[in-house]
């Protein structure tokens, strides 16, 4: 299929190229920016006047809720969700049911996934034989069946024998371990540590349970020489002490959602289980170090932490409440949010942490992929998304295209709509 896009300015944050031109795309790929040949015969032709032509979405954490949780999300309208929101390729953790430690399990869910020609989908395996810490799984073959790392998802590993273990063994072949640092007993609570969740009478979960677990990563790093990918950092503390083992020199990238950004313990307002989020929000100054860190870089990328949570879990007491929220079509819009405000990094930080920076923390597992995935450039993938940046929105549960209703972000004003969405140069969106 040919595809013209007309008269969009083509932004690339990798490269820094920003210009207002066409793009040409055949045979899945980008075949000219700007200089379109004349004899250049579209199928379709997008008219992107006035709007962004950017790379693809890459999202490092969508829970697709299947196999095992479908009353909460369906394959189908997750990735309509993300399509929606100008994701063109996701990564999946393994906390489905069954978890996925297993090759045939990795490769029915790739299966799937691919039959719908959606978003690319990424999926992490299991770090241990059914998240249980115990066992690790066949790397290996797991790698062999599509996965791009491995990770416990949001089950502490309590054994640092067997976390040092599977670094050890992953820094031999050079997988990548993501994890979202955690101590099992400091992190048991529902909400931030603070004044807030005393006058709630919430059980809290200090800064310490992320900074412990952050210092014995870090050790178990310089020993083992792993790679390591760091989930939703989520205060200042745990910012601190990621610049540090950065400027070490160890083998360190990070991420941080959209709730961590943008939100503190005190839109926990009246108990709205809205709110009820992993890692739990935290205080103005956490949230304050999270937008410095990811502007400066020493966190790498923005994720949606997409989390559907279905009706019956979320209308709950705040305590007994499922920990989740929908993210999906809310990325680009509150990362430009972050990125346009008085005083924030600008346009193509805020879209390079969507696009170029989590690429860049995939690195060799993406195989064929890696040299195209975030970024606009003549030769490949056509993995991209047309943006209105002038449309204004406000953000309507009930309007959302995932399964999953529950966001704090109900009401919020938001700039910048994506019109059309493209996968291998052919549509998967349009508004």
Same mark, same amino acid.
């Given at each position: 299929m040919k595809v013209l896009i007309q008269g969009g300015r083509v932004i690339d944050p990798a490269t820094g190229f920003d210009q207002t031109c066409d793009v040409a795309l055949a045979a899945g790929r980008i075949i000219a920016i700007g200089h379109? &040949? @004349?004899?250049?015969?579209? !199928? #379709? $032709?997008? !008219?992107? $006047?006035?709007? +962004?032509? /950017?790379?693809?979405?890459?999202?490092?954490? =969508?829970?697709?809720?299947?196999?095992?949780?479908?009353?909460?999300?369906?394959?189908?309208?997750?990735?309509? &969700?993300?399509? *929606?929101?100008? =994701?063109?390729?996701?990564?999946?953790?393994?906390?489905?049911d069954p978890v996925l430690d297993e090759p045939g399990l990795v490769e029915m869910l790739k299966f799937r996934a691919e039959k719908l020609h959606q978003a690319r989908v990424f999926p992490l395996g299991a770090l241990t034989r059914n998240l249980q810490g115990d066992t690790l799984t066949e790397m290996g073959e797991l790698t062999e069946a599509g996965c791009v790392g491995f990770s416990h998802a949001e089950v502490p590993l309590a054994n640092t024998q067997v976390l040092q273990r599977a670094l050890q063994y992953a820094s031999t072949f050079g997988y990548s371990v993501w994890l979202r640092p955690q101590e099992l007993h400091l992190g048991k609570g529902v909400a931030a540590s603070g004044p807030l969740a005393t006058r709630l009478g919430l059980s809290g979960v200090p800064v310490a349970a992320e900074t412990i677990a952050l210092h014995t990563i870090f050790e178990l790093m310089r020993s083992t020489g792993a790679r390591v990918h760091l989930c939703r950092i989520s205060s200042a503390a745990g910012v601190a002490l990621v610049r540090q083992a950065k400027q070490e020199g160890l083998k360190l990238t990070c991420d941080v959602s959209i709730n961590s950004l943008h939100l503190t313990d005190t839109d926990i307002g009246y108990f709205d289980s809205r709110a009820r989020l992993n890692p739990p929000l935290r205080q103005q100054r956490d949230r304050d170090a999270l937008q410095a860190a990811l502007a400066d870089g020493t966190v790498d990328a923005l994720v949606s932490d997409h989390t559907p949570v279905d009706e019956d879990a979320k209308t709950l007491p705040f305590a007994e409440a499922e920990p989740g929220a929908t993210g999906l079509e809310l990325l680009l819009g509150l990362a430009l949010? +972050?990125?346009?405000?008085?005083?924030?990094?600008?346009?193509? #930080?805020?879209?390079?942490?969507?696009?170029?920076?989590?690429? &860049? =923390?995939?690195?060799?597992?993406?195989? $064929? %992929?890696?040299?195209? $995935?975030?970024?606009?450039?003549?030769?490949?993938?056509?993995?991209?998304? /047309?943006?209105?940046?002038?449309?204004? +929105?406000?953000? !309507? &549960?009930? *309007?959302? #295209?995932?399964?999953? @209703?529950?966001?704090?972000?109900?009401?919020?004003? %938001? #700039?910048?709509?994506?019109?059309?969405?493209?996968v291998g140069g052919h549509p998967a969106f349009g508004a």
């Open positions: 379109v &040949a @004349k004899d250049f015969t579209p !199928n #379709r $032709t997008l !008219n992107a $006047t006035g709007c +962004w032509v /950017i790379p693809g979405l890459v999202d490092l954490a =969508v829970r697709l809720r299947e196999p095992g949780h479908e009353h909460e999300g369906m394959l189908e309208s997750e990735m309509a &969700a993300a399509v *929606a929101g100008g =994701v063109t390729s996701l990564v999946c953790p393994p906390d489905t949010k +972050w990125g346009l405000a008085e005083g924030g990094p600008g346009l193509h #930080r805020a879209l390079a942490v969507l696009t170029a920076a989590p690429a &860049a =923390v995939l690195g060799d597992a993406l195989g $064929t %992929l890696q040299a195209s $995935t975030g970024r606009l450039v003549e030769g490949g993938l056509a993995d991209l998304c /047309i943006v209105d940046p002038h449309t204004e +929105w406000t953000v !309507n &549960a009930s *309007a959302l #295209r995932s399964q999953g @209703k529950h966001t704090p972000f109900t009401g919020y004003p %938001l #700039r910048g709509r994506v019109r059309h969405t493209l």
